[in-house]
């Protein structure tokens, strides 16, 4: 079942690790971000809200997180798929987007677009900003808007946790450093939509995540 976090926000849990995906709605349009495993049900509310995906966003390269972009893009095939430039080669290496170690191999379809920091995307009237929060992977990024009081962090920022950097071209310190230079410094309301788990503010972050205040 979808939660609506804003209007034209609903965040949407899919696949055995619950990776949220999101839906960006300004009808008839959307966007979809991070299209995981299993992607029926999101699919299935893009069609009972009889939307039209026009853009598929990536926050990062791993297979729970673009699982589902081939399907969304063979049912809506005009739908611009946006990944990050550092991400792009996870897209149809197994090997890089994790998909190998559970023993399948998952390839996309190519990007249409690679997201660069500080690339301004519009969507009717909300406009959303690319922001650099690698780390968790080589190119990983944020999604934040003004007038929605929202950033989508994928697996960079969690609720009073940060993405692992334990794996293959994890870098803790860089993506602790991005976290606070670009994130920790947008508006303590503004709500941090994570890649899994709740939500939560910036400025819930700034006090209580442990990766944050103890350093």
Not at 109 to 119: I, N, R, S, T
Request: net charge negative; aromatic share 6%.
């Amino acid at each position: 079942m979808s939660t609506e976090l804003q209007p034209w926000i609903e965040r949407l849990p899919l696949g055995p690790i619950d990776t949220n995906a999101y839906l960006i709605i300004n009808k008839p349009e959307c966007w979809v971000v991070d299209p995981g495993l299993w992607p029926e049900p999101l699919m299935d509310r893009i069609r009972q809200l009889r939307l039209t995906p026009t853009r598929i966003l990536l926050t990062h390269g791993h297979c729970d997180h673009i699982a589902g972009c081939a399907d969304i893009k063979s049912a809506w095939p005009d739908a611009q798929l946006c990944c990050p430039a550092g991400d792009e080669p996870m897209l149809t290496n197994a090997d890089l987007n994790f998909s190998s170690s559970f023993g399948v191999s998952l390839i996309c379809p190519p990007a249409d677009l690679l997201l660069e920091h500080g690339m301004e995307l519009q969507l009717g009237p909300w406009t959303w900003k690319v922001l650099d929060t690698s780390g968790h992977t080589v190119g990983g990024v944020s999604f934040y808007c003004p007038q929605a009081q929202a950033v989508l962090t994928g697996d960079a920022l969690f609720a009073g946790t940060i993405g692992r950097t334990d794996i293959p071209n994890g870098d803790g310190d860089r993506l602790v450093a991005n976290i606070r230079a670009n994130l920790m410094t947008l508006p303590d309301s503004t709500r941090v939509l994570p890649g899994h788990g709740g939500e939560s503010t910036v400025g819930s972050e700034k006090r209580l995540n442990i990766f944050l205040v103890s350093r």
